[in-house]
């Protein structure tokens, strides 16, 4: 007798929301029966057994029984997990793949604006859902760190529909892959499905980039795919800070480096403390390689979700220290961490007046900037034009300022 085998995937039960549980059990007859548990069952039960009795006709799976618990799963997310519990049983390379939202593989610009990046663990879709509406410049799917070892398998499909059916509101769509080499696995997964920025965790080398560069280019190939996909190495250890300059110059996809200052405190044997001491060489270690490059430099987390004013002193350091945006893992840090990363009214005043004289010197032909009495070297004409363009983009200025401005 053939010993049936067991497959399960999902979450169910407590508070979990939007989520749900698969339990498969192959059979030698009996065709494929469903057993369905849901409050919404009344009204999509019907569409709900529909996608499963799809799925295993695509995979030519004629008898199997298929337990589902459920607490109001979207289509993508049943989706991800009844394939997960399939391939768990069935050695096979398809994909079930649905149709994609339109859009879905758009490429973000390298100088996007990278202030806020919000994590999301990648094995939890009631986070993922409505993340977009609160407007972060970015939106983490987490593979790494926020996912439980035993998670990782079944989260790579959920973060790889999460992509193609996910609305992000116009966020930048990242993931977090897991430490290198493992992480190479989870490629498979994003590459050819909307990733515009993969995070690539505890980076202590060029050579790592190397391997997710070759990586990536394999999978494109293989799809006839040339999308650009940037990556943020991040700095973790005191190697990696030792090595900043080395990750950040490796690779021409490279947009920024952000640290992360759990590990890297961690790594020296010392506490994290709110005046970061500890971790000033590191930081502008990292905003150093960056701007030697001439990339972002995107700051750690703020981890006390509770301490609104401690966010905001955090923010302006860190701002002053150069870099250009941070880490979050809650929504109520977003305005917190935009806000003080903006440019400050008096900056974008004295900026638009440099870019002006700039312009005028430009066109009488002269070799030097002066506004008022003091010279303005190029350095600082660059910085204003920085200025101007975010404040421009933030709508903090109109776009016409000069004529509002120029006299």
């Given at each position: 007798?053939?010993?049936?085998?067991?497959?399960?995937?999902?979450?169910?039960?407590?508070?979990?929301?939007?989520?749900?549980?698969?339990?498969?059990?192959?059979?030698?007859?009996?065709?494929?029966?469903?057993?369905?548990?849901?409050?919404?069952?009344?009204?999509?039960?019907?569409?709900?057994?529909?996608?499963?009795?799809?799925?295993?006709?695509?995979?030519?799976?004629?008898?199997?029984?298929?337990?589902?618990?459920?607490?109001?799963?979207?289509?993508?997310?049943?989706?991800?997990?009844?394939?997960?519990?399939?391939?768990?049983?069935?050695?096979?390379?398809?994909?079930?793949?649905?149709?994609?939202?339109?859009?879905?593989?758009?490429?973000?610009?390298?100088?996007?604006?990278?202030?806020?990046?919000?994590?999301?663990?990648?094995?939890?879709?009631?986070?993922?859902?409505?993340?977009?509406?609160?407007?972060?410049?970015?939106?983490?799917?987490?593979?790494?760190?926020?996912?439980?070892?035993?998670?990782?398998?079944?989260?790579?499909?959920?973060?790889?529909?999460?992509?193609?059916?996910?609305?992000?509101?116009?966020?930048?769509?990242?993931?977090?892959?897991?430490?290198?080499?493992?992480?190479?696995?989870?490629?498979?997964?994003?590459?050819?499905?909307?990733?515009?920025?993969?995070?690539?965790?505890?980076?202590?080398?060029?050579?790592?980039?190397?391997?997710?560069?070759?990586?990536?280019?394999?999978?494109?190939?293989?799809?006839?795919?040339?999308?650009?996909?940037?990556?943020?190495?991040?700095?973790?250890?005191?190697?990696?800070?030792?090595?900043?300059?080395?990750?950040?110059?490796?690779?021409?996809n490279i947009v920024a480096l952000a640290i992360g200052l759990e590990d890297y405190t961690a790594d020296l044997g010392c506490k994290r403390t709110f005046d970061g001491t500890e971790s000033f060489y590191a930081r502008s270690a990292v905003v150093n390689a960056c701007k030697a490059v001439g990339?972002?430099?995107?700051?750690?987390?703020?981890?006390?979700?509770?301490?609104?004013?401690?966010?905001?002193?955090?923010?302006?350091?860190?701002?002053?220290?150069?870099?250009?945006?941070?880490?979050?893992?809650?929504?109520?840090?977003?305005?917190?961490?935009?806000?003080?990363?903006?440019?400050?009214?008096?900056?974008?005043?004295?900026?638009?007046?440099?870019?002006?004289?700039?312009?005028?010197?430009?066109?009488?032909?002269?070799?030097?900037?002066?506004?008022?009495?003091?010279?303005?070297?190029?350095?600082?004409?660059?910085?204003?034009?920085?200025?101007?363009?975010?404040?421009?983009?933030?709508?903090?200025?109109?776009?016409?300022?000069?004529?509002?401005?120029?006299?």
């Open positions: 007798m053939v010993k049936e085998k067991f497959s399960q995937t999902g979450n169910y039960g407590g508070k979990i929301r939007s989520d749900c549980q698969v339990i498969l059990e192959t059979a030698m007859s009996g065709g494929i029966q469903i057993e369905l548990v849901s409050k919404v069952k009344a009204m999509y039960g019907q569409a709900i057994e529909s996608l499963i009795r799809d799925m295993f006709q695509f995979y030519g799976i004629e008898h199997i029984h298929v337990s589902v618990q459920d607490t109001g799963a979207v289509p993508f997310v049943m989706a991800a997990r009844i394939e997960a519990a399939i391939k768990k049983m069935l050695d096979t390379d398809l994909e079930f793949l649905q149709d994609p939202i339109e859009g879905y593989d758009k490429e973000s610009s390298k100088d996007h604006f990278r202030f806020s990046r919000l994590y999301l663990p990648g094995n939890s879709p009631s986070l993922m859902l409505n993340a977009g509406v609160h407007k972060p410049n970015g939106l983490i799917l987490d593979l790494e760190d926020a996912v439980a070892v035993e998670k990782k398998y079944e989260a790579r499909f959920l973060v790889r529909n999460a992509l193609r059916k996910l609305n992000f509101y116009g966020a930048e769509k990242m993931v977090r892959i897991n430490q290198i080499p493992a992480g190479l696995v989870d490629l498979d997964y994003i590459v050819n499905h909307g990733v515009q920025l993969i995070l690539v965790p505890k980076c202590e080398s060029a050579d790592q980039i190397h391997e997710v560069n070759n990586r990536i280019e394999q999978i494109q190939s293989k799809a006839g795919s040339n999308r650009n996909i940037w990556l943020m190495p991040i700095i973790e250890s005191a190697l990696g800070v030792i090595k900043a300059f080395d990750i950040a110059s490796s690779a021409e990339i972002q430099a995107i700051d750690s987390v703020f981890s006390d979700v509770g301490d609104i004013e401690g966010l905001k002193l955090n923010v302006r350091k860190s701002k002053s220290l150069g870099f250009d945006g941070m880490g979050c893992i809650h929504p109520r840090q977003i305005r917190v961490i935009h806000e003080n990363f903006a440019p400050e009214p008096d900056e974008i005043t004295r900026a638009q007046k440099i870019v002006m004289a700039f312009e005028e010197a430009t066109r009488k032909g002269l070799g030097v900037v002066s506004l008022g009495t003091k010279m303005i070297d190029p350095p600082v004409v660059k910085r204003a034009e920085k200025i101007v363009k975010l404040a421009t983009d933030l709508e903090m200025i109109p776009k016409n300022w000069r004529d509002k401005y120029g006299d």
